[in-house]
């Protein structure tokens, strides 16, 4: 590892590290080799794919939901232009999917997967629903990314007493269970969408800021981290510039499993009715509401899962990928 | 170190983190919008009642008092008594937490018996068929929402064929006469029949998360030195297996083990939900969803007595499986 920090061009001029035990290929983190290493992995490149069409999906339904209503432009517009509204009710309730029958009616093209128990279009609140699940992902995962990164990094890096207060206090966030901890979080500031997210993110920063201390750890006595003290450079810069950069791999790695995580945590909260509150899409209030109709109308509850499953198998294999294709270990 | 004395220092050790569930959940619920009071007398109480329910529950002190009051009442086992339930919290907490652990019991057996093999015979065929099915397997696992594998075993299997039942579990400690059934052994049977579905559907992200983790170290065992020692003495592939790479390679196993009881309790409270089952899960959501604080702070700090309690099980599990331990490090 002693030449990773030249691969940014970040070298700021501290003295290089010696070479001893330089049994790894050079300069094997960053984000260029990351990228390199991505593309000549098939399962990154799939789950990749499927991030890719989530993202643009749930990227339309937040223009068309939050962002076009704030110049005037009537809610849902795009869709209607297009389709249909996720929140008009436009046929008979709970109709099957396409080509089937059940006791409600017979399943048309018009509503591909069929309706829902207020008769609205399935497949439109599965695409809306997607803005929901990719946006809990996202930003609960930047918030314990970003907090665990400083808890994590301050109690690696100072060490003694700070690091035990500050390990103890992770230790006890994550001794109450996740759910129920984001349940009680929820009860106290807000029931809705907005506090989930925090919720999720503040009950995730012990993952981070375990696995930033411990990389902090084993950076820390490096010659080169050595040098930069020696040298005068300030513990916040050395922290900033050379011990979070070569935490970079097994972070991301760690962050994209997280946002698959998340996106289950939220629909299961959503599931037990605290999450988005209707009439808003959200893929777990979707098999909350299907719960009723279990029997005479089945596809109801598969589809929602089918979405969050097939999300979540995204964030996963991109994970997966970007651990193997990182890992100098495996790469044998 | 002797493991009598390492056990004694992680129980201590669990106490500070113990104070912390306590503390974090308490000021959560003291910051939670509405009275409890209005929600016992409804809403416009007369100033009398209202008062009088104050004093009785002690609300009309002052916030630290309340919470040092709270703090010696749980040194003494006594939780507080439910608004809702009006019973000692701790009554309704032994009712119900056989219940849910019964069910994390049932649910971590089916995974560890799944994932071992799994795990091992993906490693042992690497890139061959049978480790992609298993990995697939593993990979839809732990992506897939455990509740609504809960709904669609129900669909499946209760629905469409009627082979098992999706409510009314039928405990095995249960009477028999309630159960309507002759013999312990019916109820058992009985039982276990109706534990199958939540079993699946909570322990299958447990089972896939197990497998990875058994596969992987599995590969990184079996990539050893001392296996390769092994095999070019010409050690029979099975026995290497059994006597060398095993034992080495369930230690992240475990370790993932007890990371892995919180997730499952989550996981718990909506199973729990799917089917319909009255153990801790629900007991917190209907807490909850009535205010009741002295129950949603019990139930919480249980819970995470439940985690500390299984994670302080598998650090000392870790001593009889891997001899080479000596605590020493283990802080």
């Known amino acids: 590892m002693a030449t990773t920090t030249d691969t940014d061009g970040r070298t700021d001029g501290e003295p290089q590290a010696v070479d001893a035990e330089d049994d790894q290929p050079a300069a094997n983190v960053g984000w260029r080799y990351t990228v390199k290493q991505v593309r000549r992995d098939p399962t990154a490149l799939a789950g990749l794919a499927i991030i890719g069409v989530a993202t643009l999906v749930a990227a339309v339904a937040f223009l068309d939901q939050l962002v076009l209503p704030l110049f005037g432009v009537e809610q849902y517009a795009i869709a209607q232009a297009v389709w249909v509204s996720p929140n008009a009710e436009v046929a008979s309730q709970l109709l099957p999917p396409a080509m089937t029958t059940n006791v409600f009616g017979e399943g048309t093209w018009a509503h591909p997967l069929g309706t829902d128990d207020r008769g609205r279009d399935i497949l439109a609140r599965l695409f809306y629903g997607t803005r929901i699940a990719i946006s809990v992902g996202v930003v609960a995962t930047t918030i314990s990314l970003v907090f665990g990164m400083i808890v994590g990094s301050v109690a690696g890096y100072y060490g003694g007493r700070i690091d035990d207060v500050l390990m103890r206090a992770v230790e006890t966030l994550y001794a109450i269970p996740f759910l129920v901890l984001v349940i009680v979080f929820m009860v106290a500031f807000g029931r809705n969408l907005t506090f989930a997210m925090i919720g999720v993110g503040i009950a995730n920063i012990p993952t981070f800021a375990r696995l930033i201390r411990s990389r902090v750890l084993s950076v820390r006595e490096e010659d080169y981290i050595e040098a930069a003290r020696a040298a005068g450079v300030r513990d916040r810069n050395i922290i900033f510039r050379h011990v979070i950069p070569n935490s970079f791999a097994p972070v991301l790695v760690q962050a994209t499993l997280q946002i698959g995580l998340a996106i289950l945590i939220v629909a299961g909260l959503s599931f037990l009715g605290f999450g988005a509150q209707p009439p808003t899409p959200s893929w777990g209030q979707m098999l909350s509401q299907s719960r009723d109709y279990m029997l005479p109308d089945p596809w109801f509850s598969i589809w929602p899962g089918l979405a969050i499953l097939i999300t979540v198998v995204g964030f996963n294999l991109l994970g997966d990928g970007l651990r193997d294709a990182l890992d100098p270990r495996i790469n044998n | ?331």
Do not use: C
């Open chain 2, 1 to 331: 170190m002797g493991r009598a004395q390492y056990t004694i220092r992680r129980i201590l050790q669990a106490i500070p983190v113990l104070l912390g569930v306590v503390t974090i959940t308490y000021f959560l619920m003291e910051a939670m919008p509405g009275d409890p009071v209005s929600i016992m007398l409804g809403p416009s109480p007369s100033a009398q009642q209202a008062a009088a329910i104050r004093a009785k529950y002690g609300l009309d002190q002052p916030l630290w008092l309340r919470y040092l009051n709270y703090l010696w009442d749980v040194v003494q086992l006594d939780l507080g008594t439910s608004l809702y339930y009006e019973v000692p919290v701790t009554q309704k907490i032994m009712e119900r937490l056989p219940v849910t652990v019964l069910l994390l019991v049932s649910s971590f057996a089916f995974a560890i018996a799944t994932s071992i093999p799994l795990g091992i015979i993906s490693a042992q065929r690497r890139n061959k068929p049978t480790d992609h099915v298993a990995r697939i397997v593993a990979l839809l696992g732990v992506s897939t929402p455990s509740f609504w594998i809960g709904l669609v075993l129900i669909i499946l299997f209760s629905y469409q064929v009627n082979w098992f039942p999706a409510t009314n579990l039928v405990l095995p400690w249960a009477p028999l006469e309630e159960v309507g059934v002759d013999s312990r052994a019916d109820v058992i049977l009985k039982s276990l029949h109706h534990l199958v579905l939540p079993t699946l559907s909570l322990g299958t992200l447990q089972m896939a998360a197990l497998t990875r983790i058994e596969r992987s170290s599995m590969l990184e065992v079996l990539g050893e030195e001392y296996v390769k020692l092994a095999r070019a003495y010409g050690v029979k592939e099975s026995t290497i297996l059994r006597k060398h790479a095993f034992r080495n390679a369930q230690l992240p196993l475990i370790t993932l083990l007890g990371l892995q009881l919180t997730s499952a309790i989550g996981g718990a409270v909506l199973t729990e939900t799917v089917f319909s089952i009255n153990g801790m899960g629900t007991l917190i959501i209907t807490a909850i969803n009535n205010q009741d604080f002295a129950l949603v702070v019990g139930t919480t700090l249980v819970l995470g007595l439940v985690f500390v309690v299984g994670v302080i099980l598998t650090d000392l599990s870790y001593a009889y499986i891997d001899p080479r331990v000596t605590f020493e490090e283990a802080d």
